[in-house]
């Protein structure tokens, strides 16, 4: 059955004990109501799966304090926002129980989970209000960091801006022969990074206006785990972030305050062959990465983002409205090592995995797509877009009824992926039901962090990928790919995929 793991009396009062405040260098806007004195990282309930009882999830409206003010209205999955962290063994099968306590019709998607479409989660996958649904899940993939969110067609963006989202660990038990951080909540942390606009009651605002559905809905204060600028208290070692990008349009570019170099060992699909040495790691929405930092100095730091420039050519700078505009790092939190902590982990790992291989000559076919802004190209030919076709793919904007691509069950694929519309900007693209290895990047060679398997892909003017589909989606129960800006997605930047 499934165990619910609680952190210990002294570890919760270490990881909560810190009253610090934040070095005011950088720092966003604290959520109304929030004091001036950091709260600790909340740390999301642990649920360890295993076959037998089911997990249950549960999708509500709840109150939550972002700061140190009131509760205020949000939503969570059985939390009072964002949701568990949910660690599944690789090779079991595990049942789930996501229960509908919303007013409003449902999905809930395993982001990172190759399953077969009709356990993925996706736009049919529906759950209507006071209904459950329990797929029976068998993991077979390598251990990974992936998450789980709503994905109802034309409320996907609005639904995860409230609160529903939570992050899965698919774990294969090798941690400790990888001489891998793996002590939760203590050394091994899951950071969700989101951004928020806070009104004046203190609650989250979304209201996007044509502009924020054309760049995607970005907030001014900066949000971990559900808190404005938190504090960890970690070992005076190496610890493990699994970071996500649940945010709904935000490229987080995240750097040390003291330019410290950290260590990526692992992507979307799975580890890395060896730790690649950043200093800084820009993440799209929808991706994640897992890090090794040093804390051995016992120098307290920030972990901070560089502004959003969107990461494309063009930028739409001219057009975007000044709250994109930020100069200078924000603070996204504070790290601060305490020597009560055993560190547990001092050396870095030199190999981590051997990622499955890929050849890209065993590609059976090749297709393009090109990422439209509807609304551009329709200013262009003299006619006018409205919101709900404002995006697409390939010039056409997602359809329930019609299947875009037919690929064949068992093969690989070479996709080219390109940004088109007026004016440019940057897409992570994402594939439901599949891995994928990046071949290029503007015409380079992927960074040598992005080298494994993924399923998203920052395109910020041409990517070429090799797909491969090892999991059956039927027509009448396809797979989706899309842009994982979520007002994208929701006004026609999605595509449907049949394999078979």
Known sequence: MPIDTSLTRRQALLLSGSAAALAAAGLSRWAQGASTAAQALPIPRLIEARNGEPVTLTLQKTQHRFGRGAPVPAQGISSSYLGPVVRVPSGETISFRVENHLDEETTLHWHGLLVPSHLDGGPHNTIRPGAAWSPEIRVRQPAATA??????????????????????????GADGERALPATYGVDDLPLILQDKRFGRSGAPVYDPDMMDLMHGFQGDTLVVNGAVGPVARVPAGYVRLRLLN????????????????????AGDGGFLAEPVEVRSLAIAPGERYEVLVNFADGRAVELTTAPDAGHGRGMMM??????????????????????????ATTRLPRQLATPAPFDARSAVAKRTFELNTMMGMGMMHGRRSGAADMMGINGRSFAMDRIDVTARLGTAEVWEISVGGMPPMAHPFHIHGASFRILSKNGRNPAA???????????????????????????????????????????GMMGQLAVV
């Not at 649940?246 to 060992?265: E, K, Q, T, W, Y």
């Open 147 to 172: 998450w789980f969110h709503p994905h109802p067609h034309g409320s996907t963006a609005r639904q995860i801006h409230s609160g529903l989202a939570g992050m899965m660990i698919v774990s294969d």
């Open 246 to 265: 649940a945010a709904n349009a935000r490229i987080f570019d995240l750097r040390f305050a003291d330019r410290r170099p950290f260590f990526v060992v």
């Open 318 to 343: 001219p057009m975007m409205g000044a709250r994109k505009r930020r100069a200078g790092a924000e603070a996204l939190m504070r790290f601060e090592p305490d020597p009560v902590l055993k560190a």
């Open 449 to 491: 962090h992005e080298a494994g398997w993924k399923d998203v892909v920052l395109v910020e003017e041409h990517a070429e990928i090799l797909v491969r589909f090892d999991n059956p989606a039927p027509p009448r129960m396809p797979f989706m790919y899309h842009c994982h800006i979520l007002e994208h997605e929701d006004h």
